[in-house]
């Protein structure tokens, strides 16, 4: 599946981007833009596996884990990270990806993700197990799994099924994007309205009441319409 690369990196950080490896290992931002290239490692290219993605719910240090990566110099508008213990604990409740998670994607299998995700049912494993599908160029797989995510309260797979809609060079659509993103903020994540408005400022009065009317539908058709405010 052929898709979009795109060079900059926006300070919310997310899985697509065309830097090059050296360069993202340095960038702790990453979460979506920054991580999504045109394919993954081989297995004999591939790091070590990592044993396990997933976090522990009981863990004491989930908070440690969700905090912004002190190597990185602007978290502000990064959906991934926590200000505090109860805003880290709804990002593992509700399937965000740690930053360091993401950017350890590409050092294990698909396999590897959607073992564990049928392993743990755990809503972080679904969605490292839908972002692995696309960067196997499986998109339209991904969509699914996360359609069926955001019916579970993963609110994450909103974030994600928005940056599908938006660099996937034959779903590319900015309209159902946005709309994706604005269903993250009706289902409870605060943080996404900030991302909207970086990412989506270009559009026009009449776009934008578009994609508001298209993010209540899905938002009430995937999300079921259940709201979980974000501490």
């Keep these: 599946m052929a898709l979009v690369v795109v060079a900059s990196i926006l300070g919310a950080g997310y899985w697509f981007s065309a830097r090059e490896d050296g360069e993202r290992a340095g960038q702790a931002n990453a979460s979506l833009d920054q991580g999504f290239v045109q394919r993954k490692p081989t297995p004999s290219e591939a790091a070590p596996r990592i044993v396990s993605a997933s976090i522990p719910a009981e863990s004491p240090d989930v908070f440690r884990r969700y905090q912004c990566p002190p190597e990185t110099g602007n978290c502000e508008r990064n959906p991934n990270v926590a200000a505090t213990p109860e805003e880290a604990q709804w990002l593992l409740t509700h399937g965000y990806p740690t930053v360091k998670q993401i950017q350890d994607l590409r050092t294990r299998s698909t396999a590897d993700y959607r073992e ?114 974000r501490p």
């Design 116 to 229: 564990e995700y049928q392993r743990t049912g755990s809503k972080v494993a679904q969605s490292l197990y839908a972002m692995s599908l696309a960067l196997d160029g499986e998109a339209r797989t991904a969509i699914g799994l996360l359609w069926q995510g955001a019916a579970q309260g993963n609110v994450y797979a909103f974030h994600l099924l928005s940056d599908l809609y938006r660099r996937t060079e034959e779903l590319a659509n900015l309209t159902t994007s946005a709309a994706y993103l604005r269903a993250a903020y009706l289902a409870g994540d605060s943080r996404a309205a900030d991302r909207y408005a970086y990412q989506f400022g270009m559009l026009s009065p009449p776009e934008n009441l578009l994609a508001d009317k298209e993010a209540f539908r899905l938002f009430t058709t995937y999300g079921q319409g259940r709201n979980y405010p």
